[in-house]
């Protein structure tokens, strides 16, 4: 049987991977101006896992809240899952400040 979480625990929880190793990378605005054909960076989130169990979860609680990952690649010794988008970003850090409030 499988339980259903509520929203705010699947936030907790992915806001906890976050928090523990993955990093953000955004445009940067003085380069927006070169166009599309020479700068191509966009918002975009990277979960770094250490399996695949990892990856499973962390695309499971992504699909739940609505966004949807990209493809799991491997570096190094671990996994990253990409997650591309301007509303991820800005939710994962709202979600992780408000874990960081709570303790």
Known sequence: M???RSKASLQRRLAR???RNAYTREPKAERLE???RSYRKGWEVRFV????DEVTIVEGLLRQLGFNPGKPFA???R???PVYGEDVVKS????EAKIGEDG
Do not use: P
């Open 34 to 36: 070169e166009g599309h």
């Open 92 to 95: 994962l850090r709202q979600w």
């Open 2 to 4: 499988v339980l259903s």
């Open 79 to 81: 996994w990253v899952v």
């Open 49 to 52: 896992l250490r399996d695949l």
């Open 75 to 77: 570096k190094h010794r």
């Open 17 to 19: 991977f976050y928090r």
